[in-house]
């Protein structure tokens, strides 16, 4: 089973950036597909970005562009870079390790605990 511990929220302006992390323990991360996910109040959560194993991308269409999403096998986190955030942006960001079939990211049990992203003048 693997633990999910993001960081790196927090209050930004328009057209600002941040970078999030998400440290994973207890399993093989290696091997796990990850998923970035949000959810804005009132609304449900969506998948963000994701990586496979491998290292391959997708990403949201409202997030093209300006976000990136990238792994580090060695020291088991996940991240997300941020740049050019909107006031739309703003949501609580979940990490998850989850996996990929037929090109479609599935997400798995492990979420972590979530990190509050702020977008505001």
């Known amino acids: 089973q693997v633990q999910l511990v993001e960081s790196g929220g927090g209050l930004v302006q328009p057209g600002g950036s941040l970078r999030l992390s998400c440290a994973a323990s207890?399993?093989?991360?290696?091997?796990?597909?990850m998923g970035w996910y949000r959810q804005a109040p009132g609304k449900q959560r969506e998948l963000v970005a994701a990586?496979?194993?491998?290292?391959?991308?997708n990403y949201a269409d409202s997030v093209k562009g300006r976000f990136t999403i990238s792994r580090d096998n060695a020291k088991n986190t996940v991240y997300l870079q941020m740049n050019s955030l909107k006031l739309e942006d703003t949501a609580v960001y979940y990490c998850?390790?989850?996996?990929?079939?037929?090109?479609?990211?599935?997400?798995?049990?492990?979420w972590g605990q979530g990190t509050q992203v702020t977008v505001s003048s």
């Open positions: 998850n390790a989850g996996a990929y079939y037929r090109g479609t990211y599935y997400p798995g049990d492990p």
């Open positions: 990586i496979t194993s491998g290292g391959s991308t």
């Open positions: 207890g399993s093989i991360f290696s091997i796990n597909d």
